[in-house]
């Protein structure tokens, strides 16, 4: 068989769809290994996660699971070890330095835990809006025209011209997310955002990164420990030894006379080589130790603990 002959038939054949083509986000099997001295630390462990453009969602899990130094891959801060990671037309792995500053100052923006992180002290809150403007090469006359919208849509205005030490938390915080909207990034990066904050200013907060997504058009990405947050929104996910463990994911239903409730289903994630984490409690409750049985039932499988057969009586034996 020639050689265009063969090229032909494999032309016909069906290719594999890439994984996540349509998303806005993508990890594939990312791998982030920092080196302390002579030591190897795994803080990302093949994950995988797509997230639509559109999306608004939680990224939950414990100290040292990974979820912020995934914030810090996806923000452009730290470089992926291995695997794949794209945001938008943008290949994290593949980036220059020079690349990595023109994406960080037009894809994503950056909301931290810390409100002092955010803001510039000594400049207003107009001011701190317009200096990745000014950074960005945006022409002067447009500059605080857009400030002044996004400070109005967040609900800020009457901030504009106090320093962060005349605002309070909640108000530095909602300043905060008009400073990383002010170059109309695609993606919004929150990083505890109400970790400092009581209960109302947190609603407060969350409710302009609800505005920043749905009437200005961005995709939230929030890591929380906050449960306010994560009930919030509509997908959320965890993160598990350095790999996406589950999802909850909620929708509402007109089930109720009194109007709509959010109902939430949770999901256990499974990567692509077909990895599933079973949860903690699951694994103690039926003793699931180093070895499974699965059983392929009708329209599910199940999981059976590892247990060795009880030997049969031996013939004669009690008599």
Not at 44 to 49: A, K, R, T
Not at 92 to 102: E, H, K
């Amino acid at each position: 068989m020639s050689e265009s002959t063969l090229h032909d038939l494999g032309s016909r054949l069906p290719q594999a769809a890439e994984f996540g083509r349509e998303a806005l986000i993508v990890c594939d099997n990312l791998v982030r290994i920092y080196q302390t001295g002579t030591i190897e630390v795994q803080a990302l462990q093949g994950l995988d996660l797509l997230v639509d453009a559109g999306e608004m969602i939680a990224v939950v899990g414990a100290s040292g699971s990974g979820k912020s130094t995934l914030l810090s891959v996806l923000s452009g801060i730290d470089a992926p070890t291995a695997g794949r990671v794209r945001v938008g037309r943008w290949d994290l792995m593949a980036m220059s330095a020079a690349d990595r500053v023109r994406y960080r100052r037009t894809m994503v923006g950056f909301v931290w835990q810390q409100t002092s992180r955010n803001l510039i002290p000594y400049l207003s809150a107009a001011a701190n809006v317009v200096l990745p403007l000014t950074f960005a090469g945006v022409p002067r006359r447009l500059r605080a025209p857009r400030a002044a919208e996004l400070l109005d849509v967040l609900g800020v205005g009457p901030c504009a011209d106090r320093l962060p030490r005349e605002m309070s938390g909640g108000e530095q915080q909602r300043v905060a997310i008009a400073v990383a909207l002010a170059n109309s990034p695609r993606v919004i990066l929150a990083d505890e955002p109400t970790g400092e904050l009581d209960v109302r200013t947190s609603q407060e907060v969350f409710e302009s990164l609800r505005t920043a997504n749905r009437d200005v058009g961005a995709t939230v990405v929030i890591v929380t420990h906050d449960p306010t947050v994560s009930g919030q929104v509509e997908r959320t996910v965890a993160i598990r030894d350095g790999r996406t463990s589950s999802e909850v994911l909620r929708h509402r239903t007109d089930a109720h006379d009194d109007g709509s409730e959010l109902l939430a289903q949770e999901y256990a994630v499974m990567d692509r080589a077909g990895r599933v984490q079973v949860p903690q409690e699951f694994r103690e409750a039926l003793a699931l130790t180093r070895r499974v049985r699965l059983a392929l039932e009708t329209g599910h499988v199940s999981i059976w603990p590892d247990a060795p057969p009880v030997p049969a009586p031996a013939p004669g034996a009690g008599r």
